[in-house]
């Protein structure tokens, strides 16, 4: 496997782009389309944009990072490989449904929760359960990315994901929420049905290579045993010979053994020569099997029996406060105050009229309303605790995070080039000038150039908030008919989703395969029967909206 394949199919991405400045002449729209003619992007804009991509999303990849500083330190503790044991042992004849339920939860709390990125914090946990079941890392990605990509695509209640799209269109949180739901579910099935395809054919290619393997060596072990046998022989023949020949023919009989040594030596060339042969098949059977079980995505192998309640409870807590924190309970989702006035309660609340809680937590957000960021605290919570109970050594907890944080810097690097593509193409907006040609190939709403724009525009800006604000202003001043936008809500959102499933732009997709080491092409490869299915089935529900 070639090593950085994700980095340089970003950087490739990223001279496509500043190519595209050169080509196409940039716009804007502000109430009307305004042509700015050519802003091509320079040579010392390709070293500028990434600093500014870091100080505007270098939160994102602080929070790779940490993840990873997190799992660093969780391999630092033995009863972390032992839980994750005995989740697989319990799994066992039931590995199907638990691969199911894993793309269920992803995809509901994407769905709801927006937390396509948040995910990340039991990306690395699910990859071991994963691999830990006898899968390989295809698998693995097609179980993460592609249920989260198909929560994006199915988005109900996320309003963090689709503001900008509801605002621009005038549109309700709960707009068509049944169609919406049809697609989540849809697409679900549709992912699973791939994932257990992908899994039934390379169980055959497995079990046939299996069978090579012993075919070989079954046959290396009988040419060990008949050159023992000729060894044994000759070593009869010597014995039975007299010290006065032996002293007699000494001379000539290492003059013999000379040329027989040299003799056997090239036969012994040729020998391995062939072996090798052989043997490089094994090898390379073997490197695919060992690529499953990477010691950098699964922990060391524990003897000794550790208790699990603790992981079991943080492992339980931390989900729920992800979830808890990421629902959208205010007016922009389900109209839930509690959690509001909760948090209002305690940072008002005083002892000897002091704010005690406002002061010891500082700026907080109520549930509903988190960020990323928030989710720091929770996590170093967490760490502390475990490491308590476990009484782990300050030294190890720091070699554990910076062991980890270094394997999360690649993820964490995708994260700032993909942004730096989206800083690119905001600072030349070159990509109006293509809507605008596309779009003015039909008059009002036409499903072929409204997907095709949504298409795009998910390919060029990462982020679903820069998605809908760089074409919908626009689009609105075409398509002028009300009526036709919530069918164009679905469409925009759904393809979103669709496309952040193999573009090179896509921060799920992206720092997953740089997290797994899994080449861009191998993914593209097994994916696309996925994408094509997923795809017709989206066009089907377009057509039936639109009648």
Same mark, same amino acid.
């Given at each position: 496997?070639?090593?950085?394949? =994700?980095?340089?199919?970003?950087?490739?991405?990223?001279?496509?782009?500043?190519?595209?400045?050169?080509?196409f002449?940039?716009?804007?729209?502000?109430?009307?389309?305004?042509?700015?003619? !050519?802003?091509?992007?320079?040579?010392?804009?390709?070293?500028?944009?990434?600093?500014?991509?870091?100080?505007?999303?270098?939160?994102?990849?602080?929070?790779?990072?940490?993840?990873?500083?997190?799992?660093?330190?969780? *391999?630092?503790?033995?009863?972390?490989?032992? %839980?994750?044991? !005995?989740?697989?042992?319990?799994?066992?004849?039931?590995?199907?449904?638990?691969?199911?339920?894993i793309?269920?939860?992803?995809?509901?709390?994407?769905?709801?929760?927006?937390?396509?990125?948040?995910?990340?914090?039991?990306?690395?946990?699910?990859?071991?359960?994963?691999?830990?079941?006898?899968?390989?890392?295809?698998?693995?990605?097609?179980?993460?990315?592609?249920?989260?990509?198909?929560?994006?695509?199915?988005?109900?209640?996320? *309003?963090?994901?689709?503001?900008?799209?509801?605002?621009?269109?005038?549109?309700?949180?709960?707009?068509?929420?049944?169609v919406?739901?049809?697609?989540?579910l849809?697409?679900?099935?549709?992912?699973?049905?791939? =994932?257990?395809?992908?899994?039934?054919?390379?169980?055959?290619?497995?079990k046939?290579?299996?069978?090579t393997?012993?075919?070989?060596?079954?046959?290396?072990?009988?040419?060990?045993?008949?050159?023992?046998?000729?060894?044994?022989?000759?070593?009869?023949?010597?014995?039975?010979?007299?010290?006065?020949?032996?002293?007699?023919?000494?001379?000539?009989?290492?003059?013999?053994?000379?040329?027989?040594?040299?003799?056997?030596?090239?036969?012994?060339?040729?020998?391995?020569?062939?072996a090798?042969?052989?043997?490089?098949?094994?090898?390379?059977?073997?490197?695919?099997?060992?690529?499953?079980?990477?010691?950098?995505?699964?922990p =060391?192998?524990?003897?000794?029996?550790?208790?699990?309640?603790?992981?079991?409870?943080?492992?339980?807590?931390?989900?729920?406060?992800?979830?808890?924190?990421?629902?959208?309970?205010?007016?922009?989702?389900?109209?839930?105050?509690?959690?509001?006035?909760?948090?209002t309660?305690?940072?008002? *609340?005083?002892?000897?009229?002091?704010?005690?809680?406002?002061?010891?937590?500082?700026?907080?957000?109520?549930?509903?309303?988190?960020?990323?960021?928030?989710?720091?605290?929770?996590?170093?919570?967490?760490?502390?605790?475990?490491?308590?109970?476990?009484k782990?050594k300050?030294?190890?907890?720091?070699?554990? %995070?910076?062991?980890?944080?270094?394997?999360a810097?690649?993820?964490?690097?995708?994260?700032?080039?993909?942004?730096?593509?989206?800083?690119?193409?905001?600072?030349?907006?070159?990509?109006?000038?293509?809507?605008?040609?596309?779009?003015?190939?039909?008059?009002?709403?036409?499903?072929?150039?409204?997907?095709?724009?949504?298409?795009?525009a998910?390919?060029?800006?990462?982020?679903?908030?820069?998605?809908?604000?760089?074409?919908?202003?626009? *689009?609105?001043?075409?398509?002028?008919n009300?009526?036709?936008y919530?069918?164009?809500?679905?469409?925009?959102?759904?393809?979103y989703?669709?496309?952040?499933?193999?573009?090179?732009?896509?921060?799920?997709?992206?720092?997953?395969?740089?997290?797994?080491?899994?080449?861009?092409?191998?993914?593209?490869k097994?994916?696309w029967?996925?994408l094509?299915?997923?795809?017709?089935?989206?066009?089907?529900?377009f057509i039936?909206?639109?009648?």
């Open positions: 496997m070639k090593k950085h394949n =994700t980095v340089k199919v970003v950087l490739i991405t990223l001279l496509l782009f500043l190519l595209l400045t050169w080509i002449p940039a716009a804007y729209f502000s109430g009307e389309y305004i042509d700015q003619g !050519r802003i091509q992007m320079g040579l010392f804009d390709m070293f500028n944009y990434p600093l500014t991509s870091l100080s505007y999303f270098g939160y994102i990849a602080l929070f790779i990072v940490l993840v990873g500083g997190f799992y660093g330190i969780l *391999y630092k503790i033995p009863a972390y490989r032992t %839980f994750l044991d !005995r989740i697989v042992k319990k799994c066992t004849g039931k590995e199907k449904i638990i691969l199911s339920v793309m269920l939860i992803f995809a509901v709390a994407t769905s709801i929760c927006g937390l396509n990125i948040g995910l990340a914090i039991f990306i690395p946990f699910v990859v071991s359960l994963i691999l830990l079941m006898g899968y390989d890392k295809i698998v693995a990605a097609l179980t993460t990315v592609g249920s989260i990509t198909v929560g994006l695509a199915g988005t109900t209640y996320a *309003y963090s994901n689709i503001s900008i799209l509801l605002s621009s269109l005038n549109l309700k949180v709960d707009y068509e929420i049944g919406r739901a049809i697609i989540l849809v697409g679900l099935i549709v992912l699973i049905f791939n =994932t257990l395809m992908y899994i039934k054919k390379e169980n055959k290619v497995t046939v290579e299996k069978k393997i012993k075919h070989v060596e079954e046959k290396v072990e009988d040419k060990k045993v008949e050159v023992k046998e000729e060894k044994e022989e000759k070593v009869e023949k010597n014995s039975k010979s007299t010290s006065k020949a032996a002293d007699s023919k000494k001379s000539s009989n290492s003059s013999k053994s000379s040329k027989k040594g040299k003799s056997t030596t090239k036969s012994g060339k040729k020998n391995n020569n062939k090798a042969v052989k043997d490089e098949d094994i090898i390379v059977v073997k490197e695919s099997i060992s690529e499953d079980t990477d010691e950098d995505l699964v =060391t192998i524990v003897d000794s029996k550790h208790k699990i309640w603790p992981l079991v409870l943080g492992f339980i807590l931390l989900f729920v406060v992800l979830i808890l924190a990421f629902v959208p309970w205010g007016e922009s989702g389900f109209g839930v105050n509690w959690f509001d006035n909760a948090t309660k305690v940072l008002e *609340y005083e002892v000897f009229k002091f704010p005690i809680f406002a002061k010891l937590l500082g700026t907080v957000n109520s549930f509903g309303n988190w960020s990323i960021t928030d989710m720091f605290l929770p996590l170093g919570i967490l760490v502390l605790f475990l490491a308590l109970v476990y782990v300050f030294d190890d907890i720091l070699d554990g %995070f910076v062991n980890g944080a270094k394997k810097l690649g993820p964490a690097v995708i994260v700032i080039l993909v942004y730096t593509a989206l800083v690119l193409v905001t600072y030349h907006p070159f990509q109006l000038t293509i809507y605008k040609m596309i779009l003015g190939l039909s008059k009002g709403f036409n499903i072929a150039t409204t997907a095709i724009v949504a298409i795009l998910s390919l060029f800006n990462a982020d679903p908030s820069y998605v809908y604000q760089s074409v919908i202003p626009y *689009y609105t001043s075409v398509v002028t009300s009526d036709n919530s069918i164009v809500a679905i469409m925009f959102q759904s393809l989703g669709l496309t952040m499933l193999v573009a090179p732009t896509s921060l799920v997709l992206m720092g997953t395969l740089s997290y797994l080491k899994v080449n861009y092409k191998d993914w593209l097994n994916v029967k996925f094509v299915e997923f795809l017709v089935v989206l066009l089907i529900i039936i909206l639109a009648m």
